[in-house]
C-alpha cells in the first residue's frame, strides 16, 4: 500500500466511527479500497449488504446502479458515491425513452432486467435479477410466458440456453467483457492446459462455451477457493484478482486480456473510485444518491421479488 493509500485508510477508518458510515466495496474496485471496507462482494451481495446495514451512512464504492440500488433498499440512509460519474456501459445503453419504446414494442412479455440498470429502468420491470441468481429468477416464470430481457444480450443468450427459454433480448453489451479475445483466451488454454477457464456472464457466447465455469463474481472467487486446480485462466476484470490472491496465496492466476496492447478489462468507471475520492465523499457526505420517493417506491417491488428468489443462494437474509 502507498503513503497516500495508507494515510486515507486512516482517516476513512476515522470517519466511519464519527459519521456511523460503512463502506461497501465491490470486488472490481482497487485493493486499497477493498482493504479499507467493510464488505467487499458482487452485486447481489451488496444490495443484501445495504439493506440488512443499520448504518447512517453508506459510503458505496462501486458504480451508479449499485449505489442507487443501495440507496431503494434502504432509503433513510445516505448513499455517498466516491465519484458521480462511475456510470456502466450496460446502464448507459438503455436510457429511458430507449427502453421503454423496446417495452412498449412487446405488449404481453414480462420484463426482467439485469441490475446493471438505472432506478428508471427498474421501475419498468417485473423483475430484476443479478449474474448469481439469473437462472433461477427466470426459471420462476411459467414456461409459457413471454418474457423480455435486458440490457445485456450476452447474459440473456447465456441464460436462454440455460433455461430452453427463448427470452427476446434487448441490444447491449459490458464495454469490458464483451471485448476479451477468444483468440488470447484459446491460446491461454494451450498454454496452461490443466488451468480451467472460468469465464463472467457478461462474456461473448464462444467465450463462455469455451469456459469451464461461468459465474457471478463471487462464485467465480468461490470456485478458486474450492476447487483442486492449482492456475486459473480468468475471463473477467482484473479487480477480482486481489481476492482471488488473498484467498489463495499459492495459486496462480492468469488474466484474459482485451488485447496486447491495452489494459481494457479494466473497467474504466469502476476505477474511477480512488482513495482520496472515497474520504472526500465520506467528509463532505457528497455527492449523494436522491431518488424520489415514487422512484423508490416502483424500482424496490421487482428487487424485493429478486431478493425473495435468492434466500436459497444466501441464507438467512
Ligand atoms: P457481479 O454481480 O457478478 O459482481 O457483476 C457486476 C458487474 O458489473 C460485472 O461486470
Ligand atoms: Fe458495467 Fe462492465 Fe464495468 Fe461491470 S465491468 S460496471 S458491467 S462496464
Sequence with gaps: ????????????????????AVVLAH???????????????DSLGLALKAKQ??????????????????KIL?????????????????????PP??????VDRHPGHKVISYVNATAYVKTLSDMVCTSSNAVDVVNSFPKDQKLLFAPDKNLGAWINKKTGRNMVLYDGTCEVHDILSTERILTMKVENPEAPLIAHPECQPQVLEAADFVGSTTMLLDFTVNSKAKE??????TGIIHQMKKKSPEKKFFIVPADET???NDCRFMKMNTMEKLYRCMKDEKPQIILDRETIEKARVPIERMLHISKKLIPGQ
Design 74 to 94: 434502504k432509503p433513510e440512509a445516505k448513499v455517498v458515491l466516491p465519484d458521480m460519474e462511475a456510470s456502466c456501459s450496460l446502464a448507459e445503453a438503455a
Design 262 to 264: 491495452c489494459a481494457c
Design 1 to 20: 500500500m502507498s503513503q497516500d493509500s495508507h494515510f486515507f485508510a486512516e482517516a476513512i477508518q476515522k470517519l466511519k466511527k464519527e459519521k456511523g
Design 97 to 102: 425513452d430507449k427502453f421503454k419504446a423496446f
Design 232 to 237: 486459473f485462466i480468468v475471463a473477467t476484470e
Design 27 to 41: 470486488f472490481y474496485q482497487t485493493a486499497d479500497i477493498q482493504d479499507v471496507a467493510d464488505y467487499v462482494g
Design 53 to 70: 446495514s443499520d448504518a447512517q451512512m453508506i459510503a458505496f464504492a462501486g458504480v451508479h446502479f449499485m449505489a442507487e440500488t443501495a
